[in-house]
């Protein structure tokens, strides 16, 4: 077995040393060595977006990463996003406005959504559904996911403003 | 789906990237891993070991260099979608950028792996053969600059040597009143083009006095239309030029028939696109 490397991350505030094999997928890291089972892996290739989590602020996909490559970086999974037992805007959003079934897109859409809210102005739903084009869901038909990250951007920009 | 075992070593430095690649003559470099990291999880490829050059900090860069524009092998999609520099300079490369795969996928990508992946349907390698861009590989035995159309050999196959690490792409700069076009077809926006076409023209008292045209996902490589860029020169352009240019472009094209489209459909797509890139390539040149 390829020899086993130490590495140093935090995630959702928690710092982590761990021994991993180069090979560890760092999506397998969070679900199998940090119980962070959130994150959820679909097909293993970059095509589905389930696994998507946040790297020093932006979004990727923790099926094409390493856990060593993440030495040293700050991660946010779904379990990170709420406050305590407050949800974020955008979870309220999925909630009010029926943004989920099943459940097994949802991490991957929020962190996705957490990324373009921040990053793009989304001034329409066709760009929302741009940003989220990475990203399955096989229960929706969409509709609703992007109703509720429209109106959580609309939430969030008012209280940025406020 | 999980990857193979490997050996695994991250380097900081390009001068420690190549004493490595030198050591490890079966090793593979992994940059932004959208494309290998994929091939590991299908097993497609067995590296014994990875030289992971994520953390070289100085193959990270966009400058303005010589009148065109340099940038680092390890420069993100997202960084060539949002640098301001390539939105004035190169605003065909800024377009293209953002078509490259999912927010996600750009954040990890690098331009250096793109090329060096040379994968047919991927917007760069089109881009950088149409701008006729200069790739810096080094290795060991010193370091030499290739011409994208030398770069692109075969189906994901690029002149990249083993032991070889491509350090930088550099792109000319463009003459006064040359203006591009960019379209491509994709089921779903961040999927692999079904096909893709660019072109940039330049203008001349009403008449184009250069053209060229490049296109994706309709041969073993990127490929240049060079028959119908010649047909553009010295004309003034219109509509039913652009019809018979994109007749050339079209046959220029070698598509396959795979489980995404037929061949058909694809030549297809290459004359309509390149009449839209062109239309566009012509009426930005008037402002440019
Ligand atoms: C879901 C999904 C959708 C995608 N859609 C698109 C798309 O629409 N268009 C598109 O163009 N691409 C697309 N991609 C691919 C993406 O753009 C990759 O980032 C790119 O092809 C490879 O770059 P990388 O930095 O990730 O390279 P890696 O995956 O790290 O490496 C790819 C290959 O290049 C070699 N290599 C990398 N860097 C160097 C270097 N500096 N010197 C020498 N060799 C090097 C590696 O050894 C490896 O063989 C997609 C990927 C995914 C997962």
């Known amino acids: ?162 | 789906m999980k990857p193979p075992e490997f050996e695994y070593i991250a380097v900081h430095t390009t001068d420690e990237a190549i004493s490595q690649l030198a050591k490890h003559k079966t090793a593979k470099i992994l940059a932004g891993g959208q494309s290998l990291t994929p091939m590991l999880n299908f097993r497609l490829v067995h590296p014994d070991m990875l030289i992971d050059i994520n953390p070289i900090k100085e193959l990270d860069y966009i400058r303005e260099h010589n009148g065109g524009v340099s940038i680092g092998a390890l420069t993100r999609h997202r960084m060539i979608e949002s640098s301001k520099l390539v939105r004035e300079r190169l605003p065909i490369l800024a377009a293209a950028a953002a078509e490259v795969g999912h927010l996600a996928i750009r954040t990890r990508g690098t331009f250096g792996g793109s090329l060096a992946h040379a994968d047919p349907a991927a917007e760069f390698p089109m881009i950088a053969l149409l701008l006729d861009a200069e790739i810096k590989a080094r290795s060991a035995s010193g370091e030499r600059s290739i011409k994208s159309k030398d770069f692109l050999v075969s189906y994901l196959q690029s002149a990249v040597a083993d032991g070889e690490l491509v350090t930088e792409v550099h792109i000319p700069g463009l003459p006064a009143h040359t203006g591009w076009g960019f379209h491509e077809l994709c089921r779903r926006p961040g999927d692999f083009a079904l096909a893709a076409v660019c072109a940039i023209v330049t203008m001349a008292a009403g008449k184009c006095t250069d053209a060229r045209i490049s296109m994706a996902g309709v041969g073993a490589t990127a490929l240049r239309a060079p028959a119908a860029e010649a047909l553009l020169k010295g004309k003034a352009p219109d509509a039913a030029l652009f019809k018979q240019v994109a007749q050339k472009a079209s046959e220029a094209s070698d598509p396959s028939n795979d489980v995404h489209a037929s061949a058909d459909f694809r030549r297809h797509l290459v004359d309509e696109l390149t009449q839209r890139a062109l239309k566009d390539a012509v009426e930005r040149a008037a402002k440019a």
């Open chain 1, 1 to 162: 077995m390829a020899e086993k490397q130490q590495i140093e991350v935090k995630v959702n505030g928690t710092s982590y040393k761990r021994e991993v094999e180069p090979r560890l997928l760092l999506g397998d890291f969070l679900r199998e060595e940090l119980a962070l089972t959130g994150t959820h892996f679909g097909c293993e290739h970059g095509v589905c977006g389930a696994c998507t989590v946040m790297l020093n602020g932006s979004s990727v996909r923790s099926c094409l990463m390493f856990a060593v490559q993440a030495n040293g970086c700050e991660i946010m999974t779904v379990e990170g996003i709420a406050d305590g037992d407050k949800m974020h805007p955008l979870q309220q959003a999925f909630w009010d406005h029926h943004g989920l079934q099943c459940g097994f897109c949802t991490s991957g859409m929020l962190i996705t959504a957490l990324d373009l809210i921040k990053n793009f102005p989304l001034a329409d739903d066709h760009e929302i559904r741009v940003g989220l084009s990475g990203n399955l869901c096989r229960c929706t038909g969409y509709q609703n996911i992007v109703t509720s990250v429209r109106e959580a951007a609309k939430q969030m920009r008012a209280k940025k403003a406020a």
